[in-house]
């Protein structure tokens, strides 16, 4: 199993950012996939999930009505479009999935770091006021 996540970059307060993860070695268009970040000094947080379907996403309240997470299954790929950037939208990108195929989970779970199986390498995205 492989998450490439690339994307990340250096941009103004204000701005926006797309991400996207490449994945490969799993049924990708029936596994639950996510976003985390880890911001320099603090602990690592959930930002955004889609279930398997992709008919359900999940944002941490912190970004809601900013990022937008979506996946392309012809692509094999999950992307995070981030909008209205702050400062502390700093952070390594991580992107996640759930080995588990076409399951479904409370809200909650989706949120948890302990659901997911396969981390891929973070990438950095630095946003500057």
């Known amino acids: 199993v492989q998450l490439q996540a690339f994307g990340g970059g250096q941009v103004q307060a204000g701005d926006s950012l797309t991400l996207a993860c490449a994945a490969s070695g799993f049924t990708f268009s029936e596994n639950v996939m996510g976003w985390f970040r880890r911001a320099p000094g603090k602990e690592r947080e959930f930002v955004s999930a889609?279930?398997?379907?992709?008919?359900?996403?999940f944002y941490a309240d912190s970004v809601k009505g900013r990022f937008t997470t979506y996946k392309d299954n012809a692509k094999n790929t999950l992307y995070l479009q981030m909008s209205s950037l702050k400062p502390e939208d700093t952070a390594d990108y991580y992107c996640?999935?759930?080995?588990?195929?076409?399951?479904?989970?409370?809200?909650?779970?989706?949120?948890?770091?302990?659901?997911?199986?396969?981390w891929g390498q973070g990438t950095q995205v630095t946003v500057s006021s």
């Open positions: 996640v999935a759930d080995k588990r195929r076409r399951t479904t989970y409370t809200g909650p779970q989706y949120k948890s770091s302990g659901l997911y199986n396969y």
């Open positions: 889609i279930s398997w379907s992709g008919g359900s996403t």
